[in-house]
C-alpha cells in the first residue's frame, strides 16, 4: 500500500472518531445551554485543554513554525507575550467570569453577559459585540480553512479550492450537531494530538543530530542570522515597537470569546487553579515544541521552503513513516477543527442569542434557539469559505487581524467589568466600538507609530474610552451594587 493510500487511512479514520463524538454530543444536547455552553460541565482539565486547542489552531503548527523557520530566535518574542496572557488570563477573570455569568441568568455569551451586568433596557451593547464577533470571526474560521487548504494540497496534491470545501465540510458536521459538548470533548484528543506531534518532530530531529547540544550547534553553523533573540532575519536590531508588537499577542486572550466560553464553562469556580496549571503546562510544551520545529527545518530539509508555513507538514512527511505521519499529520487537522468549530459556535451563539432572540424573539422556545444557531453555523461556513479561497494567504497574517479585533474589542470591557464597580453600559459600549474601529482602521496604515501591531493601540484606546466615558455617566445604584455583592460571591 503506498504511503499515500496510508495517510489517507488515517485521516479517514480521525474524522470517524470526530464524528461519532459528534452525534454521541448530539443526543445529549437539549437547550440552548447544553448547546453553547455544554451545561456548564467541563471538568478542569477538559476546559483547559478545550481553551487551548481552541485558542491555537493550525496557527501552532503551521503559523508559528513557519515564522520561526523564517525569523528565527526573534519569533519567539509572540510566544513569550501569548504564553503571559494564557497565565493572566486563567487567574485573574476565570474564575470572576464563571461566578457572574452563572449568577447574571446564566448568561451564555460575552455579549449576554455584558448586557446583564449593567442591567441595560436596550439591545445596543449586545448588538454592537455581535456585529464585531461575526466581522473579526468569518476571518478567523477562513485562516482556518487557508490551512486546511494547505494540509490537503500539500499532502495529497488537491487542487486548493476543493481541499478549503472539504475542510470545512469536515468541520460543519460536527459542530452542527454536537455543539459545545463535541467541541469541547473533540478539543481534547485534537490537544492531546497537536501536542504529541509537536514533541516528536523535534525529539525524531535531536536524536538524528546526536543530542540537543549538537542540533543547536549546527543551527548556529548553518543559520547564524536566525539565531538571535533581539535581531530580524537580516541581522538588523529589533526595535522597540517590534518586541512590544509580538508581546501585545497576550492582550488578546482577554477578549476572544470562544476562550473565555471555557471560562464560563468550568463545572465550579473552585476547578479554575486546577485548569490553568493545566493550561500553562501543555501551552508551554506547545509553544517550545512549534519553535523547535521551525528552526529544526534548517537541518532536515535539503531545500528552502518558499512557503515557511508548510515546514512542519515537509518534515513529518521526511522523517516518519507514511503511517505515522498520517497521525501526525492529522494533527494539523485536529487544530484546523478545534478552533474552526470553537469560533463557529459563538458566532452562531451571536447570531440566535444576540441578534436574533434580541430582536425577534424574545420568547423563543430553547429548541427554537439551537435550531437557529445551527443554521448560523451553516451560513457562516459558507461565507468564511468565500475568504479562504485565496491560496496566497498567509495564516498568520489573517490571525493577527482577527486575533487583534476581538481582543479589542472585548478584552478591555469584559476585563474592567469583572473589577470595576463604576464601569456604565454606556462605557462599555464606547470600549466595544472604539478597540473594534481602532484595529480596522490601524491596519491600514503604514510607516511610524502605525507598524504596532494593532491590537496594542486598540487595546489601550479601549480601555481609555471605557474609563473616560463611565466617569462622565452615572452607574445606576442598583447596578454597583450587584457588582459588590458579586464580588463577594
Keep these: 500500500m503506498s504511503g499515500q493510500w496510508l495517510i489517507a487511512l488515517t485521516f479517514v479514520a480521525y474524522l470517524a472518531m470526530i464524528l461519532a463524538i459528534g452525534v454521541y454530543a448530539y443526543l445529549r444536547t437539549r437547550n440552548a445551554s447544553d448547546y453553547f455552553l455544554g451545561g456548564r460541565s467541563l471538568p478542569p482539565a477538559v476546559a483547559a485543554l478545550s481553551a487551548g486547542a481552541s485558542d491555537m489552531s493550525g496557527w501552532l503548527l503551521l503559523g508559528l513554525p513557519g515564522a520561526a523557520y523564517a525569523s528565527g530566535l526573534s519569533s ?237 507538514m515537509a518534515l513529518v512527511e521526511a522523517l516518519f513513516h507514511p503511517l505515522v505521519a498520517g497521525i501526525l499529520l492529522a494533527a494539523i487537522l485536529s487544530a484546523i477543527m478545534s478552533t474552526a468549530d470553537s469560533q463557529l459556535l459563538v458566532s452562531s451563539a451571536a447570531l440566535a442569542e444576540d441578534i436574533y432572540h434580541v430582536w425577534f424573539g424574545r420568547k423563543t422556545t430553547p429548541e427554537a434557539m439551537v435550531k437557529v444557531g445551527r443554521w448560523a453555523v451553516v451560513a457562516l461556513s459558507l461565507i468564511a469559505v468565500a475568504v479562504a479561497m485565496d491560496p496566497e494567504s498567509k495564516v498568520l497574517d489573517v490571525v493577527a487581524y482577527a486575533w487583534a479585533g476581538l481582543g479589542a474589542a472585548f478584552g478591555p470591557a469584559t476585563l474592567i ?19 473594534g474601529l481602532t484595529v480596522v482602521v490601524w491596519r491600514q496604515l503604514s510607516g511610524g507609530i502605525f507598524d504596532l501591531y494593532e491590537l496594542l493601540p486598540g487595546f489601550i484606546l479601549s480601555a ?23 464580588l463577594g460571591s
Design 76 to 312: 519567539a518574542w509572540i510566544a513569550l507575550g501569548l504564553f503571559s496572557g494564557i497565565v493572566l488570563s486563567w487567574t485573574t477573570m476565570a474564575r470572576r467570569l464563571r461566578i457572574y455569568t452563572y449568577e447574571l441568568d446564566d448568561a451564555l455569551t460575552v455579549p449576554a453577559y455584558l448586557h446583564r451586568r449593567f442591567n441595560l433596557g436596550h439591545p445596543y451593547l449586545r448588538t454592537v459585540c455581535a456585529f464585531f464577533i461575526l466581522l473579526f470571526f468569518l476571518f478567523y474560521v477562513a485562516s482556518g480553512l487557508i490551512a486546511g487548504g494547505k494540509l490537503f494540497e500539500t499532502v495529497f496534491g488537491w487542487d486548493y479550492e476543493w481541499a478549503v470545501l472539504i475542510g470545512a465540510a469536515a468541520v460543519i458536521s460536527y459542530t452542527l450537531f454536537g455543539g459545545f459538548l463535541a467541541v469541547s470533548w473533540t478539543d481534547v484528543i485534537q490537544g492531546l494530538l497537536m501536542s504529541l506531534a509537536l514533541v516528536a518532530v523535534p525529539l525524531v530531529v535531536i536524536n538524528d543530530e546526536g543530542g540537543f547540544a549538537a542540533s543547536w550547534g549546527q543551527l548556529h553553523d548553518k543559520v547564524p542570522e536566525l539565531m538571535h533573540w533581539m535581531q530580524d532575519n537580516t541581522g538588523q536590531a529589533l526595535g522597540v515597537a517590534a518586541v512590544l508588537s509580538s508581546l501585545a499577542w497576550g492582550l488578546g486572550y482577554f477578549g476572544q470569546p470562544h476562550i473565555v466560553a471555557r471560562f464560563m464553562a468550568v463545572r465550579r469556580p473552585e476547578d479554575v487553579p486546577a485548569a490553568a496549571t493545566v493550561a500553562a503546562i501543555w501551552s508551554l510544551f506547545g509553544f517550545l515544541g512549534a519553535m523547535s520545529v521551525g528552526l529544526f527545518g534548517h537541518l532536515e530539509l535539503a531545500q528552502t521552503l518558499p512557503d515557511g508555513e508548510r515546514v512542519f
Design 417 to 435: 467589568s469583572l473589577f470595576w464597580s463604576r464601569m456604565t453600559g454606556a462605557g462599555a459600549i464606547a470600549g466595544v466600538i472604539v478597540g
Design 464 to 486: 481609555a474610552a471605557i474609563v473616560i466615558v463611565s466617569a462622565a455617566t452615572k452607574c445606576p445604584a442598583a447596578v454597583a451594587a450587584r457588582h459588590r455583592q458579586l
